[in-house]
């Protein structure tokens, strides 16, 4: 017997198959991520507003508070200055 079964202390070893559900579960977390960013600005894009704003308008049922929501409709965006400083090479 090995001496360390003798003196009361034991040994886990534990093995994961790399090819588990860790690959597929970082594969679908990349794919909602992506499903909710705009590739070019890595912004949030619409589907993301969308699930946003129903979930806020249920926390404000819930919670009998309300929401508010505002929109900017900002023309030539890709043109504009704020666009070019951020992201320069992206937009040519």
Known sequence: MHDS???GT??????FDRRGPWPNSVR??????LSLTDDLTKLHNARYLRQFLVNEIKRARRYKTN???LFLDLDDFKRSTICTDIWPARTR
């Open 5 to 7: 079964f003798r003196h």
């Open 67 to 69: 929401v508010a929501a």
């Open 10 to 15: 034991s040994c886990c070893v534990l093995a």
């Open 28 to 33: 679908i977390a990349e794919a909602e991520r």
